[in-house]
């Protein structure tokens, strides 16, 4: 089955300062969802990727896609507290259905 | 405004009290699916729909029922819930079963089973 594995599992940083989080897929990537959640609430899609190479970027998160590394990171410049939250990777499973196998999550804490 | 919700958000029930959550979607999704958030375990689906009238097993869909009979709705059903269906339930929706669509996921239902 796939698995994928997301780090730093967890992370602080200083407000103002740029992170970036990494989700490493144990089988190819077939599409690569993004989701932030604030802890026990909903998730809230950032970004969908879908081809090798491919970047993304919405406000101040840049996502990419590595096929080649089975592996997808996001990137946040200029953090600020709302950028606070568990960031999880989804990955298409390739089955057809729509399937998506989730990665454990990084919890990113920014300090004011 | 495009959603999905669940009711209740909240439950605490005891053994095998049979317990419906409720899923309903606006968006006219084909698809949709039910997962579970465990700690350490992460997100995991229990079942799915791909339109109505059909549904499928995640990968962990013991001890739950589904049923689509409506494109909106897609409610899960615990006919004894037991102290290991503690979890946070969510309900995701997407526009086709084929991929390449994000899903959008309700608010949750948070379980307590005693």
């Known amino acids: 089955s796939q698995e994928l594995e997301q780090s730093p599992q967890s992370l602080i940083v200083q407000e103002g300062k740029n992170l970036t989080i990494n989700c490493t897929s144990s089988k190819t990537l077939y599409g690569l969802y993004w989701y932030k959640q604030k802890y026990g609430e909903g998730l809230i899609f950032l970004m969908m990727l879908q081809k090798g190479g491919e970047e993304k970027s919405h406000e101040k998160i840049t996502a990419k896609l590595d096929e080649k590394k089975q592996q997808s990171s996001l990137h946040i410049t200029a953090s600020q507290p709302s950028h606070a939250g568990i960031y999880l990777c989804?990955?298409?499973?390739?089955?057809?259905?729509?399937?998506?196998?989730f990665g454990k999550g990084n919890q990113v804490v920014v300090i004011p | 405004e495009a959603q999905v919700t669940q009711n209740p958000r909240y439950l605490i029930t005891v053994t095998g009290k049979k317990l419906t959550v409720t899923c309903s979607q606006n968006?006219?999704?084909?698809?949709m699916s039910w997962y579970r958030q465990d700690p350490g375990l992460g997100l995991r689906q229990i079942y799915y729909?791909?339109?109505?009238?059909?549904?499928d097993k995640g990968d962990v869909p013991e001890g739950y029922k589904v049923s689509r009979k409506e494109k909106r709705n897609f409610p899960l059903i615990l006919e004894s819930p037991s102290p290991n269906q503690t979890s946070l339930y969510f309900c995701a929706s997407s526009p086709t079963g084929t991929g390449g669509h994000e899903q959008y996921f309700g608010p949750g239902t948070r379980l307590t089973v005693t």
């Open positions: 989804g990955a298409d499973k390739g089955d057809g259905n729509n399937r998506l196998a």
């Open positions: 729909s791909m339109n109505v009238e059909v549904t």
């Open positions: 968006m006219n999704h084909e698809y």
